[in-house]
């Protein structure tokens, strides 16, 4: 009996010591819809420089061409393959044997979305219509501890996102599509992007640019000071889809810069310098066999269940890219989130949920997979 309380009274003491330890204060999460790693990892692929799906083929051979993958990726994502690979952690790098994935069947945004924020692959979640997502995410489960009541807040182009996150039952602060800001405490920078937004062309229907989408989300990290933000970028996926890859590299090179902009402000402003960790993560991958299968994914779509993801905070090791040969998945974000900000979701919510990623915020290499 001894023995066992003195267990008890060891364990009540090691659980918290993350919680009381960890640096990480807030969480920035933002996605890049269906960015291929072999584009993280490989840079511009030649084979499709060289085909139907690029006009314009010497301007992308001069902007993103090299004769090495270490090159290429430069180019194309500098921010990445400076700061991040320097100073935090890249995981599903294939070509070095460590992979990432989604766990869920489908292969497509909101069953990939629902994976990353709730936890676990719902078999349910088979839609990109816009119904109500019946799972408790980690987002509002954060919004209901005590210090992040209301200082949770997500930017979304993709007009479907306020059903993902269930905005009727969850409370949470979704902004998705061409939807104003509404607040009267809005800087005049706010308002003005609610009417720069409708004379924006709107040529992804109700699906907002991603310029739009990541100037409000500056703009309300600046003003508002959240503890959580996500930012849901969406135009890679809209390119690649239309087999348009000269824009599909073109945006995501815009979006490394955009990525650098904001963890350079991340690291300026008293609240975030030193007290922040950012993830950056997609949805889904894409297909590669056949080359017309990039512009694709899906169950029947091989391979585009391969994703990545990337860490960087003052919780996580800076071992730059991850070669252990195991395999992490999305659904294991959630807890990792919830984790780094000293919290147990996987604890608290009322469905299965991945265990953390403990990597990211420990030395230790066990764990990884689950």
């Known amino acids: 009996m001894k023995k066992l309380i003195l267990l008890l009274f060891a364990v009540a003491i090691c659980t918290p010591l993350f919680a009381q330890n960890h640096k990480t204060q807030n969480v920035v999460i933002v996605t890049l819809d269906g960015f291929r790693w072999q584009e993280l990892y490989r840079g511009a692929d030649s084979t499709l420089i060289n085909s139907k799906y690029t006009d314009s083929k010497n301007e992308i ?16 994502m500098p921010f990445f393959w400076s700061t991040m690979v320097s100073e935090g952690q890249l995981y599903g790098d ?9 766990a869920n069947k489908y292969h497509f945004s909101y069953p990939g979305y629902n994976e990353i924020f709730t936890g676990f692959p719902d078999d349910r979640m088979n839609t990109n219509n816009p119904v109500l997502d019946p799972n408790i ?28 996150f269930n905005v009727q039952r969850s409370g949470l602060k979704v902004n998705a599509g061409y939807t104003d800001f509404e607040d009267n405490k809005a800087s005049e920078r706010l308002k003005y992007l ?18 739009m989408t990541y100037e409000f989300g500056k703009e309300y990290l600046k003003q508002y000071k959240p503890r959580v933000l996500y930012l849901a970028l969406d135009e890679t996926d809209d390119m690649a889809h239309a087999g348009n890859y000269k824009m599909y590299l073109s945006q995501a090179h815009q979006e490394d810069a955009d990525l650098r902009e904001l963890w350079n ?6 609240q975030y310098k030193g007290k922040t960790t950012l993830i950056i993560t997609c949805d889904h991958g894409r297909g590669d066999v056949p080359l ?25 090791p800076a071992d730059g890219i991850i070669k252990t040969q ?11 989130i919830s984790k780094l900000l000293g919290f147990d979701f996987k604890a ?19 764990g990884l997979s689950k």
């Not at 294939?94 to 989604?102: S, W």
């Not at 807040?153 to 007009?159: I, K, R, T």
């Open 292 to 316: 017309d299968n990039w512009r694709s994914h899906g169950a029947g779509i091989k391979n585009s269940e391969q994703t990545w993801f990337a860490v960087i905070g003052p919780d996580t």
């Open 265 to 270: 402000y991340l690291q300026t402003d008293p």
């Open 137 to 164: 995410n980690v987002l509002e489960y954060l919004n209901k501890r005590k210090g992040f009541e209301g200082k949770v807040a997500v930017f979304a182009s993709w007009e479907v996102f306020p059903a993902i």
């Open 194 to 211: 609610n009417e720069l937004q409708h004379k924006e062309p709107h040529y992804l229907g109700d699906t907002r640019i991603d310029c």
């Open 348 to 366: 608290n919510a009322d469905h299965e949920v991945g265990d953390a990623i403990e990597t990211i915020m420990v030395k230790e290499k066990s």
């Open 94 to 102: 294939r070509d070095l044997g460590n992979c990432d994935e989604v």
């Open 61 to 76: 051979k001069k902007k993103f061409w090299a004769e090495t993958a270490e090159e290429r990726r430069k180019l194309l």
């Open 326 to 336: 195991t395999t992490t998945y999305h659904k294991q974000l959630a807890q990792s």
